[in-house]
Structure formats: C-alpha cells, structure tokens
C-alpha cells in the first residue's frame, strides 16, 4: 500500500469550496474533495506546526510510539519533501525519515512549487514499486503568498467595471505579506484588499497543486495510494480585529482544518464524516491504510473505521490550547457547542478577553455569545474542558 499526505500549513477551511467557499475557487482541491472523503470536523489540539507534527507522528501516545520508528522497521519507505521556506522549518520533525528532498520556492522561480514540480517525477518514478508513505509540505498558503496578476485582476475586476482602462486595473497592488498584528474592522478596503488578495493567491496555488495532482495521476497513484490533505492551523485575516497567529483566540478561522483522505480508485468518494476528529487521528490512520497494526496507548482514533464498518466510539469533543506571548486560551467544542476560555493576559492596558459560548453548528463563524443565555450549559462545558484538559 502507498500513502501521500499533502501537508499545507496555515490552510483554513474556509478558502475550499467543498467547506462552503464561495469566493475563491478552488476546483483542483474540491475535486480531491469530491474523489474523497471530507471530514467536516477536523479540529487543532493546538494550533501551531511543531504542536501539529508531534501529533501527526505519535498519535499523542504516552508510550512514545513513532509513527516513522514504526514504518522503517516493517520496511515502508518514508519520504519527506520540504516545499517550504526555511522560516517555517519545523526541525523535530525532520528526523527519522529514510529520504528527504528540498523543493524550497527560490525568489526567481515562477511559482511557489516550480522547485518541487520540477524534482518530484524523479521521486515518484523510484518508489513506484515500493510501499511508501510521501509527505509533502508547502507552506505556500502562509504570507507573503504568491499572488498570479491575471488571477488578482478576476477578483478586483469588478471594484472599477468590467470597462475600466487596464491601467486602472493593474494600479490596484495586492497586499500579498500582511504582517501579524491588529486590523482595524472598520477599514473595508483594506479589509476588501486583503481577502481578495487571499482569495487569488488561493486560486493560483489550486492551480499547482492541479499539476502536483495530475502527476500522481499520470503513475496511476490514484489507483494504489491513499490521499490525505490536511493543515495543521488556520491564518486568521481580521475576522477578530486582528492577522495571523497575533493572539491565542481559539475561534474557528485558526483551529478548524481542512482533513480530506481521497482512497484509491475514488473509493467511498463523496462521504462526509461530521464526527469530531483532531490531527492525533492521522497517525493511527496512516498504519492502517498501510495495512499495519495500530498503535496502543495513544489518543489518536484510527478514521479508516469510518467507511470499513469497524466498530468505532467517536469523539465527544474536541479540546484545544494555545499561548502567545503571554496571552493564553483554551476551548472545548462538542456537537452543540463551543466554548472558549482565556487562561491568560499580558497586557493591562488590553480588556480582558471574556469566556464565550457559542451554538454549534448554527453559528459557524461563532459571532453570537451566548453564555449569559445558557448558565448551566457554560457551566458544564467549563466542567468537560477542566475534566479533559491536557496537564
């Protein structure tokens, strides 16, 4: 058995259009979506990449399990390639793979993936006949993004009339490197800019990651290896106030991820899981799609039970922390409700961040607080986070 995962950092669910995206499109991503299978509740237990990768390789285990310790020693050959800047190298997780290749975006190549486009055949073509896990990692979808001019003039075409002088059209510059740090929510065209500039730096990766997936097609890959395309935390763009990982606020833009796990020959194609799923479940579901023994003792859920009719207990929540600096929250998310929880503050001169409840799944965009509503829900929640809480 073959398995690739497509590991795309800062990726929020919000951008594909299979999550409910109507704005950038994003068809080479919805078609894995449509081949595969969506998990719709794919939550972050903490919202960073070194965070994310400890989960994605132990499962979250107290015993240590590797999940690369595990397949070098039944003979899966393990693979890295890192289409990612140096900035956002993730060091620990870089050892313990047999093969490791650098497909780094160079300043005057074409596209964030040129470098890796260009290697990856090669890469493909010997491990053809092996069993293999393939991780790739692009981070094309953090700042400063590489945003197409054609495709930033579809989207801001209509700011100045479809007969507009091109001039006026290519005098509007995309704001391409947004820098980490408060957004003022009442300046819509900097708001304006900023989400179209997303959305055409969106569409024009969709584009490359169109050819990354055309050539495992073109190796039948589509046929003997299992697809997974996750991220490990969402980028905020001013939804709160503010851009980037700025402030630990545990709201949906950050911690809700894309999980889509495409098998071969489309099979299963078209389900969508709603059970609630974190990135410790990645793991335990890499062995198994690689025909192994799953691991003991961890806290990550093996997914593949989720279509081969395996008795399975789902998840009754999601929990998920995060601190910067100084600043710290935690949330508990269930098939009702989310909660959200400051458990720090460094600044005096910043209000105090309230406790928020929020209904699930009618308040998506977790807009509407309503814990002066619901005491006793805020207080069972509050139970369930403080029973269930990591440390």
Known sequence: MQTIVVSLPGCPTACWGIYGNEFSATPHLDRIAVDGIAFDSHFSDKPDAISARIAWRTGLGSSQVDLLDTLNASGVVTVLVRANREANDTPDFYAGWQKQFDARPNPDDATPTTALL??????????????????????AMLPPWFVPDGVFEVYVEDLIGETAPDEYIEAIIPWADP???????DDFDSWDLLHRSFAAAVTGFDAQLGELFAMFRERNLHETAAWLVTSDYGYPLGERGYVGAHRPFLHE???????IIQLPNAEHAGLRVSDITQPADIMPTILSLLKMQNAVGIEGRDLTAHWSG???EPRTHAISVCEIDGYG???????????????GHADDDEPV???MLFARPEDRWEANDVRSQFPDVTAQMQQLLSDHSPG
């Open 329 to 343: 929250e935690r949330a508990i998310r269930t098939a009702d409700w989310t909660y959200l929880e400051p458990t």
């Open 353 to 355: 961040r309230e406790a």
């Open 118 to 139: 260009q290697m990856l055949p090669q890469i493909l073509d010997e491990l053809k006949a092996t069993s293999f896990l393939l991780w790739i990692e692009c981070d």
């Open 179 to 185: 820098s980490p740090g408060w957004f003022d929510t």
């Open 310 to 312: 395996t008795p399975h």
């Open 253 to 259: 833009e950050f911690v809700h991820l894309p999980l």
